[in-house]
């Protein structure tokens, strides 16, 4: 098998006759058993790029191949050794655990027992309800039958969209967790997710925002490419604390993080911290904390969504 298990070179693809731009010219590799991550917001063109991918949506313009298939040329191919788990939908709910199994499996001409040792460390959590309809079935659940109907055929290449999206923070971790064991067994995987914590948990990932790819390289690498100091502040008003801030001619970047304010200068000095404290307190300005801090790929997302 190619070295490559995901190509994609130039991917263009328009909605409504040209007008919404959902993917913009984006190429991305994911190498022979690499979990690749695509995060980015809703909206952000990643189930677009699932589709074309899958061979279920032709892009207006650009190559891409699976497994070394073209996805025009070889869909049947494709079809055939790729797993698909989409956002939504993908699970049928009035039939059971059992048979939503079994229909997955029939389709690819296979059966639950021929393949259940790629499935059985997942399987097992849910074996207990295989009587019970999908439907029925809590978030976590769902998600685990989703990933098993993905995964009955053996396929070479694991595709998901958003498999951790409406799911509790247990299940989500247990998701993950699952996903190294499926690359150990040399599946290659590309995930999507609107999660910036769920991207470090990938080999390599691809920022992507508005149908652009905004930056692709490991977790680490992403952090560390974060130019010059972060600091977090607190204070009684966010409001204020903001507009207050948004006064000073040093500020670079400022924007809300949970309960903080994230903020950047134009030039880095040992007296940033200092001259800081000072502006606020001429202003009157309520701060509660200010302490310097680490980038999150969170934080690397909005500078490069801001440049
Ligand atoms: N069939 C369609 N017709 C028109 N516009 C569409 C269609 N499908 C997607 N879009 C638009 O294309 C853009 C990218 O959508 P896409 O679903 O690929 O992104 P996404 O990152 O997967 O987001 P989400 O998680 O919301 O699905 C969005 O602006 C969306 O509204």
Redesign the pocket.
Known sequence: MPEIAIHCDQIK?T??KGE????DNVSFDVKRGELFG?I????????????ILTTLLLADSGDASVDGFDVVKDYKAIRQRVGYMP?KFSLYQDLSVEENLNFFATIFNTSLKENYDLIKDIYVQIEPFKKRRAGALSGGMKQKLALCCALIHKPSVLFL??PT?GVDAVSRKEFWEMLKKLKEQNISILV?T?YMDEATLCDRIAL?Q??KILSIDTPENIVKSYPGKLFAIKGKSTYQLMQGLRQLEDVGLSYAFGEYIHLTFKKDSADNETDLRKHLQETNIDVTEIKEIKPTIEDEFIRLSLL
């Open positions: 693809k909605y409504d919404v731009i959902a993917v695509l980015g917001p809703d909206g952000a063109g990643k189930t677009s790029i699932f589709r956002g969209d958003e999206t999507s609107p992507i508005e149908g």
